[in-house]
Each structure stands twice: as C-alpha cells, then as structure tokens.
C-alpha cells in the first residue's frame, strides 16, 4: 500500500506497550523518539515486534502541542 500522505518518516519501533484494549508503540526515527497510540488487535493485525521497520504516517489535523 502506497498512501498519498506526504507527512511520513521512517522508523524502526524501540519498545511496545499492550494493555487489552490499546497499545503503545514507541519507534525510533533516526534518533528522534515518537509514540503512536492504536487498538491491540491494530497492532497485532500488522504484526507490531520490536526491531521491525515501519513507516509513521502523520496526519497534521491530529497532532497537539502544548507548554
């Protein structure tokens, strides 16, 4: 699958954390660490392990900074 979404990084996921109804993926991108938060049975369907290359898909309308 191609997406046409121009706002992607590659990365590499560094740790997971699943509970029974989401899981935490923490992948690394080229130094920078970001968290993306899905369903577990997301996770599992994509086969997320840890060393696994993915790529991260952002979507701008999503992301919240605050101070």
Do not use: H
Not at 24 to 43: E, H, K, L, Q, Y
């Amino acid at each position: 699958m191609k997406p046409g979404t121009r706002n992607q990084l590659s990365e590499t996921v560094t740790a997971i954390d699943k509970s029974v109804t989401t899981t935490i993926v923490r992948p690394d991108c080229n130094g920078t660490a970001i968290t993306a938060s899905t369903t577990t049975a997301a996770a599992e369907g994509l086969g997320m392990t840890v060393g696994k290359p993915t790529t991260a898909i952002i979507k701008a309308s999503n992301v919240m900074i605050g101070v």
